[in-house]
Every structure is written in structure tokens, then in C-alpha cells.
């Protein structure tokens, strides 16, 4: 499954995946052949960032 290039999807999916399927960001971006780089600077860009200890983009 390809991930959504609209950051509000993407934030939806993300999370959705996190929530889950999958114990960390590294994980995830491992299993789907992601980059996390990527996916943080997308959600960064409206105002989410990675909480490790939630496991998920707030």
C-alpha cells in the first residue's frame, strides 16, 4: 500500500498504521520501504510531529 501525499491523509494513515500495526515509526517505515525522513518533514509541514513514547503524530 502506498502512503497518501496529502498530509492530512497521510496523518490519518500514519497514525492508523501506528496505532495498529506497528510498534514504532522505524518499523513501520521498515515494513512499507518508507522513508521516515519523509514522512516527518510532511507532517512537520502542518504541524505534527512524532511522539515515540505515544507512538503516533501529534
Do not use: H, Q, T
Not at 513501520?28 to 511522539?51: F, P, Q, T, W
Request: with cysteine.
Amino acid at each position: 500500500m502506498m502512503l497518501p501525499s496529502d498530509p492530512i491523509m497521510l496523518l490519518s494513515a500514519v497514525n492508523m498504521k501506528l496505532r495498529d500495526a506497528y510498534p514504532s515509526l522505524d518499523a513501520l517505515c521498515e515494513d512499507m520501504d518508507v522513508s521516515k525522513e519523509e514522512i516527518v518533514r510532511k507532517l512537520a509541514e502542518v504541524g505534527y510531529e512524532y511522539n515515540e513514547e505515544m507512538n503516533r503524530f501529534a
